[in-house]
């Protein structure tokens, strides 16, 4: 039986998770404080970590670091409101297997431990991600134009300009030796583009493997990428072959490389220049013929310029660059993407959910997709598993979606400049009666919450799930606008 590690401070959570997880045959202990997670997890040693990103004593990104730089190959997943899915996809960055938004769903709870379970256990045998998805072809009909592009796990390359753009760069560079750059915001597609350009040239029977830089701590970040041997450092039980010597013949992708420490950095300039490695602690080197791919959502000339990155090994790096446009840029292809998703979600959940209401689309379109295709699948797992009929409908989407645009143009009120007038005697005298920045942010909540309350009836339970916000916070506000 799987174990698995729940870290949450409330422990309501903490209690529900671990009778639903037991229930389904793991082995789950909990921590209600990040200091006494960590101690449970060095002791109980899980197969998977869920925690909740707000702790009290300790932030989810500094445990996270301190879980992958112990144990690096354990999947965490990060309980988080929906408000916060800015900061769960940066997170995702450092090394979470994904994100989990609350109010939490059992069924979507275990579709996704299940997926991180058994991508961990693939990983562990030596398989990368994309080896065992089957390449459909997707035909996208649009008036005036018809074009097919090819689908590899999961990922749609899409139907407008932007995408046949995308697609030309990656047919023109694939079948060269060029060491390539991505540029991306996170949850883009940047690693599958990595993928398209590795099975588009004379490698694709050749290891495409994959290393996300930012999850790997500066201390493990070496023997990842070279491999040791056996007693070259306290904690070397064994020799371990590194990423390089794995995509030997074949490609190796970098995904935020500009987080690699400058000594690394050093090191593997030299590889790239020599195309020759020594795996840590070893005499004997190792000829490569390895074709390197690298990613990044920072430009990487602006980094050498700030310090944090090699100059020369950007000019390296830099022989040719491929931009991948985040998906608030790219709408003619949301709807592609969204069927996709749902095809996709659909076979997992055992449904037959046929597709999305007029109102569902023009949210989508109207939505800023900040955690990009990453997120789009996400949501639409969410609505899937939540939908009843046959098509998804707006109650099935979180609420900062629905009401986007109420909640764009309130933030632009609440930060909109305050021009100032010469002080006069009326002016002073009158100064009570006007309203404050912080009254006309309490009305815009009081209104919010009443309307949200009056759509539910007055169910308390609904409205708090709706506000993505618990019911206490719910009875203090009503409590606070005396409702």
């Known amino acids: ?11 309501d959570i903490c209690f529900l998770l671990k009778r639903f997880l037991s229930k389904n045959d793991f082995i789950v202990e909990t921590a209600q404080t990040g200091k006494d997670g960590l101690l449970l997890i060095e002791s109980f040693e899980p197969d998977l970590v869920m925690t909740d990103f707000r702790l009290g004593d300790i932030t989810g990104t500094e445990l996270l670091n301190a879980i992958k730089s112990k144990r690096p190959h354990v999947p965490v997943l990060i309980i988080t409101g929906y ?36 991508d961990a256990e693939s990983e562990k045998s030596g398989e ?14 649009k008036p005036g134009r018809k074009t097919t592009h090819k689908m590899k796990a999961g990922y749609v390359m899409g139907q407008s300009e932007i995408a046949d753009n995308l697609f030309r760069q990656v047919d023109l560079v694939a079948p060269t030796n060029f060491s390539v750059i991505i540029y991306g915001e996170s949850g883009s597609g940047k690693e ?8 588009r040239s004379r490698r694709k029977d050749m290891p495409f493997v994959a ?3 930012g999850a790997i701590s500066k201390e493990l970040a070496g023997s990842e990428l070279f491999g040791h041997e056996k007693g070259s450092f306290t904690g070397a039980l064994q020799t371990k072959i590194g990423h390089f010597e794995m995509a030997n013949g074949g490609t190796l ?8 420490s400058y000594e690394i950095q050093v090191a593997l300039l030299r590889v790239v220049q020599e195309r020759k490695m020594r795996r840590i602690g070893a005499s004997k080197e190792i000829d490569l013929d390895v074709r390197i791919i690298v990613a990044s959502n920072e ?34 292809d949301l709807l592609l993407f969204a069927t996709t998703f749902l095809d996709t979600t659909n076979a997992e959940l ?18 800023s997709w900040p955690g990009n295709l990453r997120e789009l699948k996400n949501v639409i797992k969410r609505a899937t598993l939540l939908s009843d009929g046959e098509f998804i409908e707006e109650k099935s989407l979180p609420f900062e979606i629905v009401n986007y645009s109420k909640l764009k143009d309130l933030d632009e009120e609440i930060s909109a400049p305050v021009i100032t007038a010469p002080v006069t005697q009326e002016a002073v005298e009158s100064e009570d009666s006007k309203p404050s920045l912080k009254t006309v942010a309490n009305e815009a909540e009081y209104d919010m919450i009443m309307q949200v309350l009056r759509d539910v009836n007055f169910n308390k339970s609904k409205a708090a799930r709706l506000l993505n916000i618990d019911r206490k916070t719910l009875y203090n506000k009503m409590k606070q606008f005396d409702i």
Do not use: Q, W
């Open 128 to 141: 990368t991600e994309y080896v065992a998805g089957n390449t459909d072809t997707v035909t996208a009909v």
């Open 192 to 199: 599958a583009i990595a993928h398209e350009i590795h099975n």
């Open 211 to 213: 290393m996300d830089c």
């Open 299 to 332: 430009r990487l000339l602006d980094a050498a310029r700030n310090g944090k990155f090699r100059e020369d090994l950007y000019y390296r790096f830099n022989e040719f660059t491929i931009e991948v446009p985040a998906l608030r840029n790219r709408k003619d």
């Open 253 to 260: 992708f970098l995904d935020e490389v500009s987080n690699l």
């Open 1 to 11: 039986m799987k174990k698995i590690v729940v870290v949450d401070d409330e422990a």
């Open 83 to 118: 408000s916060d899915i800015k900061v769960a996809v940066n997170v995702m960055k450092l090394g979470a297997y994904d994100y989990i938004t609350k109010p939490l769903f059992p069924d979507e709870i275990l579709v996704t431990v299940k997926k991180a379970l058994a």
């Open 350 to 367: 055992g449904k037959n959910v046929k597709g999305f209401s007029d109102e569902v689309m023009k949210d989508f379109v109207n939505y």
